[in-house]
């Protein structure tokens, strides 16, 4: 990562333009230019001017074509370009040159081959740079705009997959996008399809800032192979959010396997896995694991934006299917909704006796073929003020039965558009209630715990959202924090634990108030300074990293004599373990009288995303239960708090079954100095960990124990 | 739950009878009775006799009727009752006094509506009792024999819902059965399904052990709302495990939610969550969240029987698609084949130089087109001698090129019927391609993530079914055991820590060797007899649960003055807590010495399954990390090793990061000791604690330092 720039090109001219040119235009109906041809023409509903070119024609379906873009009397805003890889070149530096906004480059047999082709991606970018041109592609298959009927793509699936509808979807590869598309079956509407290839210029987060901006779409989704650019990326993002649009994205590369797949596909390289999910869930990116997953949580939240605290019901006709899903709702954490005194007597008025009227409702099967009880049921459920989504799983599909129940559906849903009906059809039967519901706008999912699981989502998403409205500027800093840093460029040194010790201090980061002897007197003298009665004795070295292990760490150090044997002891030590100008002596400190309890805090430079804190407690909770936070510098005393709160460890700082509690608020304040220091050197600091950082109880502080940090460039000294 | 017997009755003539009565026969096409006899007259292939029973007719569609059961001259095997509630139980006594095998009973209206009807289903195992007779319900559709052809069922379904197969489904509520029965249309089929209803005499447990008979069931499916007898439904599933049947199986309850929704459809209780998933897990039975999930894993389970050791291929046509299937198999710990260099030679030759050669495949769409080409491929990839499962992930229906795929998928798997080849029809869309495979027999997935768990589950099984195959014996005592204890019928009482720890110490666990000293001298006395310098002492009593709290206990005892002391204060403490006749004195027992880990072993009657032993390691791992593992007992050593390495917590007992190891093999001795113990005393022991559990280092040993004995009945003294 190098330093960013942080803007985003206008993307309007590129996704609505008002004049094309397409270059390879052909009349061969299986070609790619021609078929590109053709959805421009015939399958879409462009008003603007289309020009064509293509060097053996004059003329193709009785449109005028010329041989060259340079022919052009103007620049139209888009190129669309489905020429040979041998020709892109030449012809996007002709599109530059005669001030053509964009250019769709659909040509495959670049960086995705190797070191060639990536040779020739960087010719792009300097065209970019010189003409300011953006560049869509290479090796993709267009740009599909639903909303505004226009098919800049060759597919011919533009012809069929154009059910135009709120979501926005920003790929890289494109079988992954399609899929997404093909959920128009159930209903599913896409607005606008981006998928960028390889992403010579414009990236995923070009798309995903457009969409932010972009009226007619209301939720994002996209699936990543591997971000290119971190700060962008969390730029976009943080746009989206503010613009109230939430962003579902599935990453691929949390597994060996997943990464190295995902690198010989697009030579994107996956990143850390566990850092990705941080930051996603950081900027309120909901992570998902599948397409399915995907789709489901789209779809949610195109109906609804969540506030955070939304209750259900379960309406079903199977008592053992409302007992199923009841229980994955609890399984979950969400809550049922508990109804009103008027709707349990309107369930009780419409139902047989043997019906269940209380949240979950089942109506029975034997009730359903009456319209009239499954409406005035179903309209009961959905109108309890407590009710903010009705989850209606249908187990089988029941013909006459399941028909009604889908009109009911699409009647109540109708007058009750606050609360969205969701139906699960879970049968691998299609049917007549099916087609009714798909109809009707209700997208039904295809199992109970894809449907729970994307409600939980909307629901977490809800009270992310409640909080980024407050906090969103902090979040805005990371990111242009972020862009400023530079990657690792030279090699890396560590500092000594006493002067790391010594700048955090500076920092305002309390550590034991230590001394370095350079003699057994001195470390007599030291020994009686730091007082307590009882010190600790460290080696004092930036090439020791594991002080212990060489013998260069005596505890419990309790009188001057004991002191000047444990300095030669230690010294001796060291010698052995590295060159003697390395050792910088001995550092003296008081032990930290108990009780406290050992927490870790790391900071590191992540190569995509900057400056990532890592916090825990010591011992087993991390190294077993990789029990952990993590959050993107810089954190703010909110943030921080949050961090300590998202452990199970956190229990143990609260004051566990009535234990004492420990100090949070020294802790969250040493979070935050540490997250400032880092900043203020962030050129330079590569990583900085305080294990153990002692947590004291309630109104004692925290003491940082031990700390090393490495850093690039300049030595710390000179800061 | 009471002493329960363990055997079942041959379903054989219930699932296939020579001869049938139809009670409440009707020529009305829209009656249960006339449904169920056209079932069986037009929409079955039934060649034993039909006899029916209806007051008001002599003749129904040309065959005789009579007025009553008892106007039969021989007892048909099968009797089915389709008639109105109150005439249920004359009908069944007639069937029983005729030497009826089977009743199956449809009428609703009883144990699902209250007391009253529980009452009744009271009389109807009365008659069971008396006749031998065998029931089925009521409050149930029926029982379908897919195989043979055969609806025992008023439901129209039966006439489209019957797919022949190797799976055989035993449930409780219809609705998510149906909901499997539906999955014919992925090409599914299900050879038998019985669902029981109420389950008033025969149950789940009975289907199951029928079905692990049947010759034409592979595979066993269950959904529970409750287990109303542990130790039956043990039996009946290590039954099929015997067979080499699986389970796979779904059970409500896991929230209190669920649990409350199970209990008002079913009434029946849904038990505890945590030791329902142990048993299952312990039994072999594959527990599962969904429905889709039972019908993944059924389906693949009835395409291969594991062995615990698959490897996997990945192929597919789209880039992304590959690179998230593979990653979902590595976060999911599968393994991805290795391709030997035939295979990978036969790639080479077949595919472009921009496809993917290794594991995953991905063909890139272009490619796919060519018939040859992708036969060739898949061939290869299947024939691999290290692929034991190829997973065909397709995103999207792509019109001739899915088709093409899946002509090649058939033909593959027909010359490789060892290596199911799993295809996962990712998309909304529907198409020719899908219908191939379901015609093709390759039963599609509908998302990645249900196909890799679907395997992940089915491996797992087969690694349990290696076990199984050596250690079955130990599993059923564990069953035969259960079914002789008695449920808690006395109120408990507790035993005090000195005398728990003699019993201990009786059945060969070692405990540190103390005394109850009754005075100050004698506590000066014991403190130098039990000597190592220091000494624990509390307090003993067993109406004190929590000695530390009310001061009852002294560590760090190092004097006969201190023990004194200490005597005096204990005793006091006592007095205050409790009536001094309940004080048995004060316990003085040597410190162990460190280093040692604190383990906690639990055992507690579960009402549902019998005695449970739960282990883990103290402190947070328990309380914050829910870190236990679980099993019924007894315990064998080798189920006692391996509830230790199931806990994360092996990790430090066998020596974390170089440490020392500890005693692990005491460890697994005191498990089975205890286990001996309960077992020796099921009747009596309710809970027994020893919390800690001291593991000291390899080679010296454990000692309970604590312990607690809850019992009912007869004074442990007694013993």
């Avoid at 250019?103 to 065209?127: H, K, L, N, Q």
């Avoid at 379960?314 to 053992?320: D, N, P, Q």
């Avoid at 009686?528 to 009665?533: F, I, W």
């Amino acid at each position: 990562m190098s330093a960013q720039h942080l803007w985003f090109s206008d993307l309007s001219r590129l996704v609505n333009p008002r004049s094309i040119v397409l270059v390879g235009a052909s009349e061969k109906p299986d070609s790619i230019g021609g078929r590109t041809l053709e959805n421009l023409t015939t399958f879409s509903e462009f008003k603007g001017d289309l020009y064509l070119v293509n060097p053996g024609r004059t003329e193709i379906h009785g449109r005028p074509c010329v041989a060259s873009v340079s022919d052009l009397k103007q620049a139209p805003d888009l190129a669309i370009l489905a020429v040979r890889a041998d020709m892109v070149i030449q012809t996007l530096r002709d599109c530059g040159q005669l001030g053509v906004k964009f250019a769709i480059v659909f040509t495959s047999g670049f960086g995705e081959t190797g070191e060639d082709g990536r040779a020739i991606e960087a010719e792009m970018r300097a065209i970019v740079a010189s003409t300011g041109m953006r560049i869509y592609g290479p090796n993709c298959p267009g740009l599909n705009n639903m909303n505004a009927r226009l098919g800049l793509t060759f597919s011919p699936a533009w012809r069929i997959d154009r059910r135009p509808g709120p979501i926005g979807v920003a790929t890289q590869g494109g079988g992954l996008g399609r899929s997404f598309i093909q959920a128009m079956d159930r209903g599913v509407g896409v607005g606008l399809w981006c998928s960028g290839g390889n992403e010579a210029d414009l990236e995923v987060s070009d798309y995903i800032h457009y969409m932010a901006d972009a009226p007619d779409i209301e939720v994002i989704v996209t699936t990543l192979e591997g971000v290119r650019n971190g700060p962008r990326f969390m730029a976009a993002a943080l746009h989206a959010a503010r613009r109230g649009k939430p962003i579902v994205a599935i990453k691929v590369g949390k597994s060996e396997y997943g990464a190295k797949a995902a690198q010989s596909h697009t030579a994107a390289i996956a990143g850390s896995a566990e850092i990705n999910s941080a930051v996603f869930r950081q900027l309120g990116i909901i992570e998902v694991d599948d397409i399915d997953e995907l789709i489901d949580v789209a779809s949610l939240l195109a109906r609804r934006k969540p506030t955070g605290n939304e209750q259900l019901a379960v309406y079903s006709f199977s008592g053992g299917t409302a007992a199923l899903a009841s229980d994955m709702v609890g399984v979950a954490g969400l809550k049922l909704a508990e109804f009103a005194p008027q709707t349990l007597a309107a369930l009780k008025d419409a139902l047989p006796g043997f019906a269940a009227f209380s949240n979950p409702v089942d109506v029975t099967a034997e009730v359903l073929v009456n319209t009239e009880v499954s409406y005035a049921t179903l309209k009961a459920t959905a109108s309890d003020p407590n009710t903010d989504l009705v989850l209606v799983p249908i187990p089988v599909e029941y013909g006459k039965t399941t028909a009604m129940l889908a009109d009911s559906m699409v009647r109540v849903q109708a007058e009750e558009p606050g609360t969205p009906i969701v139906p699960v059809w879970m049968s691998d039967r299609t049917g007549e209630g099916q087609r009714k519901m798909i109809d009707g706008g209700l997208m039904p999912m295809r199992a109970v715990g894809n449907a729970v699981l994307a409600v939980r989502r909307m629901i977490e998403y809800g009270r992310w959202k409640a909080n980024f409205d407050r906090e969103w500027q902090p979040l805005a800093d990371t990111a242009a924090a972020s862009a400023t840093q530079n990657a690792t460029q030279s090699a890396t040194a560590n500092l000594s634990e006493a002067r790391t010790k010594a700048l955090l201090e500076a920092a305002g980061i309390a550590t034991p108030r230590g001394e370095v002897a350079s003699s057994a007197t001195e470390a007599a003298r030291a020994f009686r300074n730091v007082g307590n009665g009882k010190a600790v004795m460290k080696i004092v070295s930036a090439a020791i990293t594991h002080k212990t292990d060489i013998g260069g760490v005596r505890l419990g150090i309790a009188s001057d004599g004991a002191a000047m044997a444990a300095y030669e002891e230690i010294h001796a030590n060291g010698m052995k373990a590295c060159d003697v100008a390395a050792i910088e002596g001995v550092l003296v400190e008081p032990m930290l009288p108990g009780p406290f309890i050992e927490a870790v805090v790391g900071i590191h430079r992540d190569p995509v995303f900057g400056h990532v804190c890592t916090f825990g407690l010591g011992g087993v909770s991390i190294e077993l239960f990789k029990d952990v936070s993590r959050r993107l510098l810089p954190l703010t005393p909110a943030s921080a708090r949050q961090m300590i709160t998202e452990t199970r460890c956190y229990e143990l700082l609260k004051g566990y079954r009535g234990q004492q509690p420990f100090d949070i608020d020294a802790l969250v304040d040493t979070l935050v100095r540490l997250s400032g220091f880092v900043a203020k050197h962030a050129g330079s600091i590569e990583e900085l960990e305080i294990n153990p950082l002692a947590v004291s109880p309630q109104g004692q502080g925290v003491t940082a124990l031990d700390a090393v940090l490495s850093y690039q460039g300049t030595e710390p000294s000179t800061w």
